[in-house]
């Protein structure tokens, strides 16, 4: 296997986190698209699916390899939304009762995608020291 331009290897494995600012553009227009297709129609598909754990895990295809290299963005999206879209727990249905979670409100999505871009640790900054820079 030969690693891609720009990306590492591990245990055999090309590893490649960056993206470009028009690739990231692109897949996160798309992901918004398809959560706000999904939350549009949500309220007209099962309240949860009658899926045993085997079901689940067939889905997730829990026992093929990790692939050997990197996957588009696209392509990873695309499944994780089908796979979270069809196999979850609706708790975001409006006739799904016994969480005592919040169904998600679409400015909550839209503020954790933002805190996740800015500082995903939510920790507490320190001010800066005065004289170090």
């Known amino acids: 296997m030969t690693p891609t331009r720009g990306a590492e290897t591990i245990s055999g494995r090309a590893v490649r986190a960056e ?3 028009d690739t990231f ?3 996160g227009h798309r992901l918004v698209d398809q959560i706000a297709g999904w939350l549009e129609t949500m309220p007209d598909g099962p309240v949860m699916r009658d899926e045993s754990p ?3 895990r067939r ?4 026992d093929r390899p990790l692939p ?8 990873l999206l695309d499944e994780a939304c089908d796979l979270l879209f069809n196999h979850s727990l609706f708790n975001g249905h409006p006739r799904f009762f016994g969480y005592i979670t919040a ?5 909550g999505i839209l503020a954790d995608f933002l ?16 004289g170090l820079t």
């Open 19 to 21: 993206m470009t600012g």
């Open 115 to 130: 805190a996740a871009a800015v500082n995903p640790n939510v920790g507490r900054q320190l001010p800066p020291v005065s």
């Open 54 to 56: 085997a079901d689940v």
């Open 25 to 27: 553009r692109e897949a």
């Open 103 to 107: 169904p998600p409100a679409p400015i």
């Open 59 to 62: 889905a997730l295809q829990v």
């Open 68 to 75: 050997d290299a990197p996957t588009d963005a696209r392509v």
